[in-house]
């Protein structure tokens, strides 16, 4: 039964994912829901309603009426840890709990697919945040074709084939996710591309000059996005959903509280050559497997280039147990391998660095894109392969590291190669002059005026002016 058809003030549901590239996001989002004087509930995990709850006590929802509770358990950090998909069935069975009364709107974070089934049954809009670039919100849309059509990394004979879908021409199923939230894409593809389709609205942590292509092919073709008896949803590119750096931030002063080795690396950063350094940081949800690490410090040797690495380390590992046998002491003058935690968008800002070598998660794109920093791509899971092939071969931002058959499938002749033309100047120079150029277009976007911005002011229109669903 739908809620009561009454037009009430409006009050959005607020359902995130957890983990931290997921949550930022929706952090942004619900700020600027407090701007525009709406309120909000968020359902999370203790930790998340506990830091909620912090940035409440500073002030930053104002005065608006915001509540956090902590419905679900972050069954991430149990052991052994639970995977997402039975975690997801156990948030469902605990979101039964909340009031439907309340809420004329929800916002939730792509993979609370199950949430949809809700939103329709109480007759209010959900409004599906997609925290990828849209080529693999393409793929997900059309998972059930995926899934029908065999466009999977688990079958070998089309494993390097173009994918015959709209808008994933580019790609194979090289570059597919080879999990969704745990489990074999075939058991999630199709559930979650049937939740994206019965949304009102799809609100993209992106930007349209980055994303231009497969934004137009949704709007084109709606009848990707839509499902039977629905209208298709809105498209909203809002992104990026991140604090941009300003000029006026200094890394110094950011670091002032931090350890002495902290305090050190700035001082070897400050003591190199203008965009002479490569940054290499892969991401803190998974540990570079060690043929990947002994490929990294082997091409990093063979090139002699200057180096800061942010090396994250499987349990029970150290430096000297995962490297190669002194390799530390024969780089000691060349660079750096941390371990620690690092101002990742800050340390990007540093005029030192000229070269970033990512595993392309999405967060990290949109703080190298901000900070004009060309990219060696090499992509680890999820929908990271989409990410490095668009960037390298559509955008020309960046270098592709090529493997084989899977992720961290190459050698250090590989890698050398991607580096070294990376970072000379005369090799590297367009892929350099399109990443100022894409620099320049986020910094557009976000402006007032500029496309993501009016998207937003937008979505908050729509939200504003909804009529109820009839169930």
Known sequence: MAVDSVRRAPRALVVPLHLQGHFTPILHIIRQLAKNRINFTVLSTQERCDELSRYKANGDF??????????????????????????LEDWKLGFTEADASRYTFMITDMFVYFIQDDADKWGIPRYT???????????????????????????????????TLPGLQLFSPLQCPRTITGFPPEQMLPKIGVSFRKSAGLLFNSFQAY????????????????????????LFAIGPLMSLPQPSENLHELISTKSNEMREIIDWLDGQRNSSVLFISLGSMRPLPRKGATAFAEALEQTRIPFFWVLRLPPKHSKDNYLPPGFEARTRTQGIVWTGWVPQPQLLQHPSIGGFLSHCGWNSLTEVITAGVPIAACPMYAEQGFNAKYIVDVLEIAVEVKYKEDFFDFDSEEVAVAI???????????????????????????????????????????????????S
């Open 62 to 87: 104002g005065d608006m009426d915001a509540d956090f509770i902590p419905l679900f358990r972050d069954f991430s950090k149990e052991t052994p840890p639970r995977p997402y998909p039975y975690m």
């Open 129 to 163: 945040l997609i925290t990828t670039p849209c080529h693999a919100c393409l793929y997900l849309l059309q998972g059930e074709k995926i899934v029908e059509e065999g466009w999977l990394f688990s079958i070998p004979d089309k494993r390097h084939q173009s994918i």
């Open 211 to 234: 994303d231009k292509e497969p934004l137009e092919i949704m709007s084109r073709q709606p009848e990707i996005t839509q499902f039977p008896g629905k209208d298709p949803p809105k």
């Open 420 to 470: 070294s033309t990376l970072m000379n100047e005369e090799k590297g120079a367009k892929v350099r002059q399109n990443m100022h150029n894409m620099r320049k277009a986020v910094f557009e976007a976000v402006a007032e005026g500029g496309t993501s911005h009016r998207a937003f002011e937008e979505f908050i229109a729509t939200i504003l002016n909804h009529e109820p669903i009839n």
